[in-house]
């Protein structure tokens, strides 16, 4: 892989370099680290804190929503996609209930 590979060729090379355990394990991890990022923000109380907050959250999310792309490609990717349709269309009639 060159170093201008596509954002697909390098999440594939990734879990070809990697493996999927080892990815699945990283997933993981990146989510704990999202959710002690979550807390912190939470817990920041003034300008000092809220700012690396919210850099934290930012990275954190980033580097899951990299994990989530790289899951995406591991399993079928259809699958979440439809999924996830299906989530949003049953929040979206959650919310018109709760709101008419």
């Known amino acids: 892989m060159n170093a201008t590979g596509s954002k697909e060729e390098v999440l594939k ?3 070809d370099t990697y493996g999927a355990d080892a ?3 990283m997933l993981t991890e990146e989510c ?3 959710i002690q990022a979550v807390c912190k923000y939470k817990r920041a109380r003034d300008e000092e804190d809220i700012g690396p907050a919210v850099d934290s959250l930012f990275e954190e999310l980033a580097d899951v929503g990299i994990m989530i792309d790289q899951m995406k490609i591991l399993f079928d990717g259809g699958g ?12 979206e009639w959650r919310l018109k ?4």
Request: hydrophobic residues 50%; charged residues 35%.
């Open 32 to 34: 704990a680290e999202l």
């Open 97 to 100: 209930a709760r709101w008419a």
């Open 23 to 25: 990815q699945l394990d």
């Open 13 to 15: 090379a990734a879990l």
């Open 80 to 91: 979440i996609a439809r999924r996830r349709s299906e989530k949003i269309g049953r929040l």
